[in-house]
């Protein structure tokens, strides 16, 4: 048994499928099944069996995995350890984010985190929506990921990094635009786009708005530049939507405080898995970011 065989069967049991990892792996398809197999012979145990195209663990390839991937991690970890002693804390972070934080927060943070442990370790951004982001997260598609808080997640950690203020988007030209004090219930009987409902923050947003007497409009948008670009457009709209540099290129909006609603409306948090492998560059990723102060006014 030979570290290429170990590092074979992992990526084997988690592509299930030969072709596939081979290709992963630049390495021919006769080398891999050969490899393998011989990897059963030397433990006298069947690791894969085949599904239609696709194969997958047995029994004993399940139980073999998780110890086969705990000494791989184990090892990996200590490499990355030892590149960070002689300065060269390096990899990769592939993270996925929000949409609302991509435009301001995220690009200082990792510039700031660049600057503190240089450009050795790449950093990979994938964006998307809560729910589907903690889904890949949980499958290991990512490392790390923005979201909102999502109850029920006990394999997860969620670190609260910022809040977001939640205003009313006007044109210009509407009458909210000049009201000094901006009540929810002066919404009541207009056309408000907001966040889907089946978001974590549409929900928060439709339980607001259903507490004061307000109907959501039938069209809804994922992102604030969407939602700008529909208020903007579509004469006497107006949205609900989180403060980002989003809405900035929309010149005839205008963004109104509500005053019942906190500025701390809503919480992004960084999300991980918690008992998962982390290698030192992610590490240092979830340390710098806890501890990273930033200025949503800069």
Request: include cysteine; glycine fraction near 6%; proline fraction near 4%.
């Amino acid at each position: 048994m030979n570290l290429s065989q170990l590092y074979y069967f992992r990526k084997l049991a988690e592509v299930k499928h030969y072709t596939h990892a081979a290709e992963e792996l630049f390495i021919s398809q006769p080398t891999l099944s050969n490899s393998i197999s011989q990897l059963e012979k030397e433990l006298g145990i069947p690791l894969f069996k085949r599904e239609g195209r696709t194969i997958k663990l047995t029994r004993y390839g399940a139980e073999f995995y998780e110890y086969a991937t705990e000494a791989l991690n184990a090892l990996e970890k200590g490499i990355a350890l030892a590149k960070e002693h002689a300065g060269s804390p390096t990899g990769s972070i592939d993270i996925g984010a929000i949409y609302t934080i991509q435009s301001d927060y995220l690009p200082a943070l990792i510039k700031g985190y660049r600057e503190t442990f240089g450009r050795s370790a790449q950093v990979n951004v994938f964006q998307g929506l809560t729910l589907p982001l903690i889904e890949d997260l949980e499958n290991d598609r990512y490392e790390l990921a923005f979201t909102a808080y999502v109850p029920d997640k006990a394999n997860l950690t969620f670190i609260p990094v910022l809040t977001q203020q939640l205003v009313a988007v006007v044109h210009r030209s509407d009458k909210l635009a000049w009201s000094k004090n901006l009540k929810l219930e002066d919404l009541r009987g207009r056309e408000v786009i907001t966040y889907p409902p089946n978001t974590p923050i549409g929900a928060e947003v439709a339980q607001l708005m259903k507490t004061h007497g307000i109907t959501p409009y039938h069209t809804s948008a994922n992102d604030e530049i969407t939602l700008g670009s529909m208020v903007d457009s579509t004469a006497g709209t107006v949205g609900l939507a989180l403060n980002t540099i989003g809405l900035s290129p929309f010149r005839e909006l205008i963004t109104k405080k509500l005053i019942q609603v906190d500025d701390d409306f809503h919480t992004v948090c960084l999300t991980f898995k918690t008992a998962s492998y982390k290698t030192r560059a992610v590490e240092n990723f979830i340390e710098f970011t806890r501890s990273f102060e930033w200025d949503s006014k800069r």
